[in-house]
């Protein structure tokens, strides 16, 4: 939808609805073209910002030859960036963790399991093949939780600053790789 502004007033946003209305005993085109004291707005993209900003759209600003939308960026202060800081670590564990997961289960699909529990459950068989597999497969995925819950441990006592992402810690994590390969 097509946004415009007053250039004598700045009121913005308008619309060709609110153009109409105020202007009621106006025959306008059936394309619609307002008169001259209205411009179209051109939409600029909405800046990227981290969990501690908000961004609001501002008053449009000439730029050059045309009207273009603007945007005001905010640091969050205060209880709001309380919040919006354990929002994002509670975001950020829950990712961390659903991708360690994915990591050793795609890990166990590489050998045809379903996942890595369907492998570890394999510890026990009696084809050594499926033991052999399904032991390592208990090993790597204790040592890659237990590795996972002390750095989180860390993070929450304060001894190490929150990741950015997983791709951050996934180094520290346990090699993922079979016996012999």
Known sequence: MTAYINTQTLQYPLFEGDIRLAY?????PREFTPSEEFAIVYSTPRPEITYRQVVKEDKP???????????????LTGSELDEAEMRHTDQLK???????????????????????????????????KFSDEGSYCKIVRDETWSKLYDILAEVESG???????????EPELPELKWPNE
């Not at 600003?61 to 640091?75: G, N």
């Not at 050793?104 to 084809?127: E, H, K, M, N, P």
């Not at 001894?159 to 810690?169: A, F, G, K, N, Q």
Request: hydrophobic content about 35%; aromatic content about 12%.
């Open 61 to 75: 600003v000439f730029s050059e030859t045309k009207w273009v939308q603007s945007w005001l960026v905010t640091d």
């Open 24 to 28: 009621p005993n106006v025959s306008f």
């Open 159 to 169: 001894t190490r600053p929150l990741p950015e992402s997983y791709e951050e810690i």
């Open 94 to 128: 829950n990712s961390v963790v659903g991708m360690t997961q994915q990591r050793l289960d795609t890990f166990a699909q590489t050998r045809g399991y379903d996942d890595i529990l369907s492998a570890c459950t394999y510890a026990d068989s009696l084809v050594s």
